[in-house]
DNA sequence: TTTTTGACCCTTAGAATAAAAAAGTCAGAA
DNA sequence: TTCTGACTTTTTTATTCTAAGGGTCAAAAA
């Protein structure tokens, strides 16, 4: 089944590249197929429908992305330096994956299904527990006030990506924010760790 | 000329009441003539197009709002009281005025025209600067730390902002938010108002 | 002169329908 | 076991049509 398993794989890259460029619902599985020379049917032999093709793109990214912070996790650094990391990994896979529209229930947010939207509230626990698990250990470090790192770690996420949800519906009408609206949004985002930790003091 | 004031005022009642139970778009000028008894003309007489009622009650409601946050800007109590009883003020008029969609620009925002938008803009700007006096003052007070005090107040507007933006778009779909969400909501900006007070000091 | 109205026009939102595209299937070939 | 051409079914999108709603005006009422 390791073949499969790869084929799979090159399946979801593929969607990938699509996804980024024309978003979920703008591409077809016929597109998907042309571009790997297969036809409909063999996509079909691997993912039973378009959902499970998704569900295995969403999979892929958010398995990068905790791949990457994973590793500044337990480094020997402040934790406003890491939280200063992480949202800076997190800006880069919203720019790069921005046109799939992950970043929460966006109206016409390209999550159509409750399958997917259920997976996707499974990745943003898993977020959540992540960074909770952060501010656990910066607690033991003294770096941070004891609190209810679950609670905590839930309103910091939530705040930056409230920051990210305003900035996009605020802002111009173009399918894509422009590099400055990006950048100030970030700022924004950075501004509010500091004094987040600050807070938790 | 008060007279004719007088009449706005009515005119703009009226309209409001039809506007916290359908929405803007969802009330007609003849439902708004027809409740005060008034032929539609006469609606036309003192307000020359639909925008300029809508601007008008928009107005009224801010009107109101900083009416009410102004006797508090003084009063003798600490930041964290101030602004917990500001964000509580924010979270009833947020309530009341739920169908006009009034809280940023919601995709179907029911502020079509530019005229509208800009009108917006400006109360948010009034809120900013009325945010930044209140900082201002903390700071004299010595309860703060010096800092940029317009930046600040945007920064904390737009994270208690960014947590309604969420919690109306996660929430249920339904078109009203349920009072589990409220009271969640405005659990979440209490917390996060104190975490901020706290981090600038 | 200021305010109000019935009757009217014209634009636009929304329903209904038709056409096109895309999702998904299957018998059979490689 | 993996893949495909040809097919069906569902969903999206384009189009048309209609009626509702925004807005006007000449004339009446106050």
Redesign the interface.
């Known amino acids: 089944m390791v073949e499969t398993d790869k084929k799979r794989d090159v399946i979801i890259e593929g969607a990938i590249k699509r996804f980024i460029h024309y978003g979920i619902n703008k591409t077809t599985m016929n597109e998907i197929a042309e571009d790997l020379s297969v036809s409909k049917p063999s996509l079909y032999y691997y993912f039973p429908d378009k959902n499970s093709l998704v569900l295995g793109v969403i999979d892929k990214i958010f398995t990068d992305y905790f791949e990457i912070v994973e590793k500044d996790k337990v480094s020997d650094i402040s934790l406003e330096d890491r939280l200063g990391i992480f949202t800076e990994v997190k800006h880069r896979f919203f720019q790069k994956y921005y046109m799939l529209h992950l970043s929460?229930?966006?109206?016409?947010s390209s999550l159509n299904s409750d399958e997917l939207k259920s997976h996707f509230l499974k990745m943003k626990k898993k977020n959540e527990d992540f960074h909770a698990e952060v501010f656990k250990r910066a607690i033991e470090k003294g770096e941070i006030a004891p609190t209810d790192v679950n609670?905590i770690a839930e309103?910091y996420l939530?705040?930056l990506?409230?920051?990210?949800?305003?900035c996009i519906?605020?802002g111009n009408k173009e399918l894509f924010p422009s590099k400055k609206e990006m950048k100030a949004m970030l700022e924004?985002q950075l501004?509010?760790s500091?004094?987040?930790?600050?807070?938790?003091?």
């Open positions: 929460g229930g966006s109206p016409d609670k309103l939530e705040s990506a409230g920051i990210t949800s305003l519906m605020h924004k501004s509010l500091k004094i987040f930790i600050k807070g938790l003091q």
